[in-house]
């Protein structure tokens, strides 16, 4: 009769067919070393692994439970090192890029690995207390790439010309040094003249004690509130959200930094913002008055002034 042990010994191989130790240590070494010379896009061949050899496990249970915890810190290792490499090239994108693998074309890998270049661009170039927008379209036309083509799932079989390092460096040779703060500062400047009507000779009106703009902001009753409690509509809260950025940018550039920091922290900006009519607030060297239909900004002419000759630098 054969022993309990002989006996269990096939099912363990059965079980673990690979794998001899020396063996797993190669195909983690050869995991190591699978992006060495490799281009882009160009998953690299793998020799299929040998036969097996009829070499025997371990006959002891404790000597087999070791090989196994040995094995699997090292695929843990490599696991943490791979999830460091994705955050890296994908940004806040990368889980996705994980949980969704087997449906993401290379075409759609490729793009979340630009786009998360050109955030990363987006944060480095811009001013200090302002932002930049970098136009994707631009981007993909200096990269020769037809954005109809491949991004909007036409041809995602089609080859896209991936090479992130021209597209570092057409952002850095595009947005690099002042350029990227004047482009953030055009486009801050844009933004108000916009909001505040600047084209209009009759948009600013000179006070005695300020100088006073009006705007539009529609707002509405808010449901299960006080009476008279007022919320700024769905559609204003976007253009509300620009127009204080684009100002805290403005007062940046003058050195204003009190007035800076309270505008890019202001609720007013930000959704669920309540208020009655005629609510006033209050920030350093500017005032605003709101009403249901309408609100008026106050600036002391100081901050008028600096806010002239941003216009005046960056308007177009």
Known sequence: MQSQSTLARPRLRSRASLTTPAELDELLDLADSANVGRTPLQAKAIPAAPAPASVPLPTSRNDLFECYRQYQKKISTLAVDLRTIEAHLFGNHWNTVINTLETKSPVDIAYLAMENLIAQAEKQYA???????????EVWRALGIDERRHWRGVDKDAPVPFDLEKLHAHLA???????????????????????FRFE????????????????????GHK??????????SYNEHTRLSKAFQALACAMAWANLPDLQAA??????????????????????GLSVVMFKDKWTFEF?????????LFLGHYGA
């Open 127 to 137: 001013p200090v207390g302002g932002t930049l927008t970098i136009d994707r379209n």
């Open 173 to 195: 040779d595009t947005y690099g040094g002042d350029a990227g703060e004047t482009a953030a500062y055009r486009q801050q400047a844009a933004e108000l003249i916009k909001f």
């Open 200 to 219: 209009d000779s009759e948009a600013m009106a000179t006070m005695k004690r300020h100088v006073a703009c009006t705007v539009r902001i529609w707002s």
């Open 223 to 232: 449901d299960y509130a006080p009476k008279g409690t007022l919320e700024v």
């Open 263 to 284: 505008l890019s922290r202001a609720p007013i900006s930000g959704y669920c913002f309540t208020f009655k009519s005629r609510h006033r607030e209050t920030f350093p």
């Open 300 to 308: 002391d002419f100081k901050v008028a002034e600096q806010l002239r």
